[in-house]
């Protein structure tokens, strides 16, 4: 081992020590149950909103449903909340969840900005969650990468 790599892992290993261990399970799960009660929800309608949205709102999710797109949606986000609870897959589960989330966004502040906290809330533990599984995400985020390279 060089010096510098037995540098890199000390540093890693104080990094780490700093963070709690428990704190990215509970933001993993807590996001793999809201995911799975909203992605459930897509299929079975058990949460109905106390008041109905505006028209336009409707005429646009009505739209959606129409065409098959929130089916594929809930069903998205049931499978990366799997991912999640069971800590299988967790950064393909966030990457999944990602566009997702930018869509959730974006509807909310475009629309009804009234109901944004959840998706805010979420896209919160998103980022933390990116950050706090950063290692698996970095060969995504090479500048230039061969076809058939390997990690070494």
Do not use: C
Not at 27 to 56: C, H, I, Q, S, Y
């Amino acid at each position: 081992m060089t010096l510098d790599n037995a540098n890199a892992q000390t540093t890693a290993t104080t990094t780490t020590s700093r963070r709690p261990e428990w704190l990215p399970a509970i933001a993993r799960v807590l996001m793999g149950l809201a995911f799975l009660v909203f992605g459930l929800n897509g299929f079975l309608n058990f949460m109905t909103p106390k008041e109905m949205p505006p028209k336009d709102i409707m005429d646009v999710v009505g739209a959606l449903m129409k065409a098959g797109y929130m089916k594929v949606i809930s069903g998205a986000e049931v499978i990366a909340a799997v991912m999640l609870l069971t800590n299988r897959f967790v950064p393909l589960a966030l990457a999944l969840l990602a566009p997702i989330l930018v869509g959730i966004i974006t509807f909310h502040i475009t629309m009804q900005m009234s109901t944004i906290v959840p998706g805010i809330v979420l896209l919160a533990i998103e980022l933390y969650l990116a950050w706090a599984y950063r290692g698996a995400f970095r060969p995504m985020l090479a500048a230039k990468v061969s076809p058939g390279a390997t990690n070494s």
